[in-house]
């Protein structure tokens, strides 16, 4: 199961300049993910958890709030599986 959780340097000045609510929002994602696991959090639906394409194709990302989506990895260092958090952004309509 993974259920280890780091937020990348390049997200973490991201979230400087994000609203409160979206900050909120990520550290209840990163507490489930902690708790249950990224597998049974992908099951939830408010996060609306998709797979990315293209050149993101071993990425996915969650939705935050409308505008806003976090872009997050699964690596293996040696034996230890973890979420990588890599950005977080405004999406663009």
Same mark, same amino acid.
């Given at each position: 199961m993974t259920n280890n959780v780091t937020i990348s340097?390049?997200?973490r000045k991201q979230l400087r300049n994000v609203p409160l609510h979206v900050i909120?929002?990520?550290?209840?994602?990163v507490m489930s993910v902690e708790d249950r696991? #990224? /597998?049974e959090v992908r099951k939830i639906p408010g996060y609306?958890?998709?797979?990315?394409?293209?050149?993101?194709?071993?990425?996915?990302s969650i939705?935050?709030?409308?505008?806003?989506r976090v872009i997050y990895q699964i690596r293996k260092d040696e034996? #230890? /599986?973890?979420?990588?958090?890599e950005e977080v952004t405004?999406?663009?309509?």
């Open positions: 340097s390049r997200a909120q929002k990520l550290s209840g994602w696991g #990224i /597998e609306h958890d998709e797979p990315l394409t293209g050149a993101r194709r071993s990425q996915r939705r935050l709030s409308i505008s806003y034996t #230890i /599986e973890f979420v990588s958090v405004k999406h663009r309509y």
